[in-house]
């Protein structure tokens, strides 16, 4: 694909965060890796905590398919970040980084997950980043109340991801 | 240049930030553009706070020089990033994320600069970045003690942070 | 009751956060504040995020109780501060304050709550606070698992916290 | 003297920031003391970083003055406090934090400092809070300058941020 860097003209105007926790089921490693790939197809860079599981999946997967990725990490150390990650911002600020991890991203697919990965639901809610959710945490809260959709599939997560971002062909 | 996200290959392995207001002189404009190209022209990404004055003087020095750029916001919308900035974080967490624009680099050159560049330099030091000071901040220190250097141009700050960083032909 | 500062034989040594939204039902707001008596009447600091709605419930219900309590807020202004806080922290750092609020307790107590106590609920769950859920959010976990135990009276959250921090009595 | 949280009566309205590292010399731990006796002979709550060193010294003199002391801490474990604070906040943020421990003082006196205080300083005049440097930092900025002055003894340093904030009897 295009190269992300080269030139202004190359610039994302698309990016997609990708949450789950740091351990997860070989079906979630799948999920995220599914989830990553259709990422990539959108031309969007995938936005991850740059840690294991579900983060690196995602990534590995946006890797597959030609994308990019961005990850941001807890710690100081780069080196902690996944292979899959080509940009790594690291924050020193422990937890306190899921704050950027949803922000970061026009909208947040979260796949499985603990509780950080529910810390950052709440957070990307709270700032208003359309969230779709697949299997994993389901809220007290009808599908599309305040940009809130579940998913069944990666390929329905990433859609349900586009129509809220009113994407063309979405 | 070789695009930077295409593959795992391309990922970079070096990161300098670049820091100073979002306020700066015409000479200070010029200087961290010129810092902004020589830091291209070691291949590294350049790392800025995203905003406008030095930060937009240096990715625009870096994307001159065919380089590639990362930018750290303090709030939460990407559109106030300047418009050399390739890839753009947002933390909503205001000077707080001074920690992460320092923290990803590898090394930090601080161009003139005002308060919040004074924060950054500070906590540069305090984790250890190797620093060098241009135009701006001079420390009650001596050149080298700890990790923190004063160049007179942008060719003296660069090549002292590639000393600082052992690269090789430095 | 003692003072809580004037010597350090009257340092607290237990902290219990109680968090919630700051736009909250009235019955909400008279459970947050039965839940800020009886925090009191543990001798406990109330800890929460300085603000309106339940935050100003639950310290509200502490200072009536002749208790203490400790108010952390997103912005740089001491006076966003509701008028039941007795010490005010301001963070500048937005929703990343939110770690803070939780970590700074014992034990968390979430009264109702929207979005932002989510963040909250999941951000103490990661750091091992133990947490009780009073007419709100249930998660699709058992009580008890990891910590975490669903109340439906103010009193059985507040004896579910004691238990939880093996306090005497409890 | 008055309790500080029995009542709203007894709501502080007057918070100074101490700042200064966690090692020090013998004489600016002496310095700090001195300095903590003087802001709890204002009736301020004194806040600091809550370690050692400079941190003890002033929290340690405030307590001896019969003041009060408020601790922010990078961590998680409230026993990282001196034992001179009276309230202790944990935010889990690393050096994050020093954004919290300026911006919850109305003015801020640094004792000595080292890299740490830097970052401090630099956030301190960035929100524009009276700035007092005693025994350490001076920067190329003449005194008063937006807001920052020099001070040689404790009994200035405190003067000065009297001064600056305006206090009936200043």
Do not use: F
């Amino acid at each position: 694909m295009e190269p992300l860097l080269d030139t202004p003209a190359t610039r994302p105007d698309l990016y997609i965060s990708v949450i789950g926790a740091g351990r997860c089921t070989a079906a979630q490693y799948a999920l995220a890796e599914q989830v990553g790939r259709l990422v990539a197809g959108l031309g969007a860079v995938l936005v991850c905590g740059g840690l294991s599981g579900v983060m690196a999946a995602a990534a590995r997967g946006a890797k597959e398919a030609g994308g990019r990725t961005l990850g941001i990490l807890p710690g100081h150390d780069r080196s902690e970040a996944n292979t899959y990650i080509d940009v790594v911002v690291t924050t020193g600020m422990g937890h306190a980084r899921n704050l950027a991890v949803v922000s970061s991203g026009d909208a947040v697919i979260a796949v499985g997950g603990e509780y950080g990965t529910l810390s950052e639901i709440g957070l990307a809610a709270k700032i208003g980043r359309p969230l779709v959710l697949l299997d994993g945490w389901r809220l007290q809260r009808d599908a599309g109340t305040e940009g809130i959709w579940y998913a069944d599939t990666a390929e329905e997560a990433v859609a349900l991801a586009r129509r809220a971002l009113r994407l063309s062909g979405a």
